[in-house]
């Protein structure tokens, strides 16, 4: 009774795990936070929020288009990328380092590895007295029969 408790209160923990994600995913930016992310493509070198050369206007108004027009973040972001080339982004997106991708992997594992290792319950199989006999007889009865010529 004790192993069922435990496998239910894994089963919780993993549940309310997955619950939780969601609430880590980022929410919606403003406009001020979306060109904070941004380095002005002119000589400048400014952080397109703080700039007030003409360029940097010129993006603001794209930004502020953009975001009228249905475009989530990622997708301004992918639009300035695209025409203003990668330098345009203060902070590159960097590729998913392969070790994050083990961490559920790792949980995964620990979780079938504690169920194939966990010692079965005995009362599970009813009346296991019975089937014991009835294995010790049909195994007497296969060994009588391979002496036998």
Known sequence: MKRMEQSKLMLRMVLLFILLIPAILPVHATDEDITSGLICPCECAMVISTCDCPTAIQIKKEIIQMKNDGFSEKQVFSALQAEYGRG??????????????????????????????????????????RYEQRFEEEYRKFVSEMEEP
Request: zero cysteines; aromatic letters at 8%.
């Open 88 to 129: 345009i982004l203060a902070h590159p997106e960097k590729p998913v380092p392969l070790w994050i991708a083990g961490i559920p992997l790792t949980l995964i594992l620990m979780f079938i590895g504690y169920m194939m290792t966990r010692k079965p319950n005995p009362d599970i199989i009813p009346d296991k007295k």
